[in-house]
């Protein structure tokens, strides 16, 4: 058997071709097109500055030990799309972690509304982010300086807009998502190495997204997405109390699905239920909602997007234009 030296050279290349399969799916397939939009205006701390102006301490305990929290939040229209919603996720997370912020939360949705408008988006993505301040080299939290608040306006594109149409394949990872009690993945929290940690293995596969389970061996989520099954005519998807984010995105699709009449329910799921399932879908604020057509090379159904995963794609998007919030 040839074993191969982990030397730095050789887990450079063996990096090197993971990258160049992950590309394979990326919009955008050039390294330095990753490099953060330079153009924008960023709200910091109550200013807006240029991008190469929006900048915090190496101190900043946001950094150090991911203290802080953060919502992803989708721009349509030029409106904050469910804003209520992103925002008492926000509230609540900010009170878990005991972070205070010299904002009130109309005063953030103020100044995101000043970003959209800086920023001239009509179709966008902001990431809201409050992080614990600058503070010793120890973990305590409140002997921190002032928090940092940010917000930047910018795009989002998750998927190829072909995903939407065909599907997309993903795997189940071999790392669970974080026990409820050590952190809980309802805390949308800075520290998302869990989730980076199960993305790498999705992208190992030559996926985009990744199923994770709990740590009973139930489905929870994928690394960044929540998870949808259609099983003889009703939706399923895991409870919150399976360990994953209420998704906003996830409350929408169990709205629409009443709306519907369509029988939903929020249960405990295994993987043989992934296999046994008619359609798949993930949701998310940077997915919207994708469908599912392979999982661990097992074909969902017929292998092609079914009848209510397209049907409730188009009530997301109706939804979208209709610029109403629904939760
Ligand atoms: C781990 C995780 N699960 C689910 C979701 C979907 O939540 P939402 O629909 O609120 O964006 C996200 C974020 O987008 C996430 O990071």
């Known amino acids: 058997m040839t074993t191969i030296a982990r030397t730095p050279e050789n887990l450079r290349s063996s990096a090197r071709s993971v990258a160049h399969v992950a590309t394979e799916f990326e919009e955008r397939p050039m390294a330095q097109d990753y490099a953060p939009n330079p153009n924008l205006k960023i709200w910091l701390d109550g200013k807006l500055v240029p991008t190469a102006e929006a900048k915090i301490s190496v101190f900043s305990h946001g950094l150090l030990y991911g203290d802080g929290i953060f919502e992803g939040i989708r721009v349509y229209g030029g409106r904050i799309f469910e804003c209520r919603a992103h925002m ?32 001239n988006t009509v179709d966008g993505y902001i990431r809201l982010v409050a992080a614990r301040g600058p503070g010793t080299l120890g973990i305590h939290p409140f002997r921190c300086v002032a928090p940092n608040v940010f917000i930047i306006c910018d795009k989002i594109q998750m998927y190829g807009p072909e995903m939407y149409e065909t599907g997309m394949k993903i795997v189940t990872a071999s790392t669970i998502r974080n026990h409820p009690n050590a952190l809980s993945p309802q805390l949308k929290s800075l520290n998302y190495l869990n989730n980076i ?13 990744a199923v994770m389970l709990n740590h009973e061996g139930y489905v929870a989520e994928c690394s960044g997405d929540n998870l949808f099954i259609v099983q003889g005519g009703r939706l399923r998807t895991p409870a919150t109390h399976c360990g994953l984010l209420n998704g906003v995105t996830r409350r929408l699709v169990l709205k629409m699905a009443q709306k519907r009449g369509i029988p939903a329910e929020e249960t405990t ?32 159904g017929d292998g092609k997007p079914g009848p209510f995963t397209r049907q409730l794609i188009a009530d997301f998007r109706a939804h979208i234009k209709s610029g109403e919030e629904m939760l």
């Open 197 to 209: 940690l199960a993305k790498i293995e999705a992208i190992d596969a030559g996926c985009l997204e």
């Open 269 to 300: 799921l295994t993987r043989i239920d992934l296999y046994y399932a008619d359609e798949m879908f993930i949701t998310g604020t940077g997915a919207e909602v994708c469908p599912i057509i392979d999982i661990d090379n097992r074909p969902v």
């Open 88 to 119: 008492e996720r926000f509230a609540l997370g900010l009170q878990a972690i005991r972070l205070e912020i010299p904002w009130t939360m109309d005063q953030i949705v103020d100044a995101m509304n000043d970003c959209i408008r800086a920023n």
